[in-house]
């Protein structure tokens, strides 16, 4: 008796983890997206004292100084969860560029499926202090992406790894991974 009490306890608990392991992974996105208006991670938000966000706001982006003595790479991952029914990729694997260029890349998406889906891009970075010096001036994360059966679209991102990036950061890995949300 004292056996099933103790298995029956265990499967209550990891039923309860698994629930609310569930519940934090759909709340992600909106925590994460939160953060990076708040300005704690990203750059895509819309600060006219940052000379490198949102050019659709007129912010004069031309007297961005380019630091032609050194080159970075940026590589580009493109993902989806399990469940997300979409080919995702980059066009580029990666570009090697000087900090202070302003950068255009394009991901490919395909809706593999015979219904409209919905996807919202997350970023992430790598290392991590990466985050401070990428500046996205255009980006398709963290907006709603539906798609209709079987389409096919590129999304831009338009950057600025600033200058000021520490000179023994050669390399930065920009990844994205988009997930399906229920309208």
């Known amino acids: 008796m004292a056996m099933n009490v103790s298995v029956k306890s265990l499967v209550i608990k990891l039923a309860l983890f698994a629930f609310a392991m569930l519940g934090f992974s759909y709340a992600m996105v909106p925590i994460y997206k939160s953060a990076c208006d708040a300005g704690?991670?990203?750059?895509?938000?819309?600060?006219?004292?940052?000379p490198y966000a949102n050019v659709n706001r007129n912010v004069d982006t031309s007297n961005t100084q380019v630091d032609k003595s050194r080159w970075i790479t940026v590589e580009f991952v493109a993902s989806t969860n399990e469940k997300m029914p979409?080919?995702?990729?980059?066009?580029?694997?990666?570009?090697?560029?000087?900090?202070?260029?302003m950068t255009n890349?394009?991901?490919?998406?395909?809706?593999?499926?015979?219904?409209?889906?919905?996807g919202v891009?997350?970023?992430?970075?790598?290392?991590?202090?990466?985050?401070?010096?990428?500046?996205?001036?255009?980006?398709?994360?963290?907006?709603?992406?539906?798609?209709?059966p079987h389409e096919h679209r590129g999304?831009?991102?338009?950057?600025?790894?600033?200058?000021d990036l520490p000179k023994d950061v050669n390399t930065i890995t920009l990844s994205?991974?988009?997930?399906?949300?229920k309208s």
């Open 86 to 101: 979409w080919n995702f990729e980059a066009q580029q694997k990666s570009v090697r560029i000087h900090p202070g260029e």
């Open 121 to 148: 891009a997350v970023p992430s970075y790598g290392p991590a202090l990466a985050v401070q010096y990428f500046k996205k001036v255009e980006c398709f994360c963290f907006t709603k992406q539906v798609m209709a």
């Open 176 to 181: 994205y991974t988009f997930f399906e949300v």
């Open 105 to 118: 890349v394009v991901y490919d998406v395909v809706n593999t499926t015979d219904r409209e889906t919905v």
């Open 40 to 50: 704690w991670l990203d750059a895509t938000r819309v600060d006219l004292s940052n």
């Open 155 to 163: 999304m831009p991102v338009v950057f600025v790894v600033t200058p």
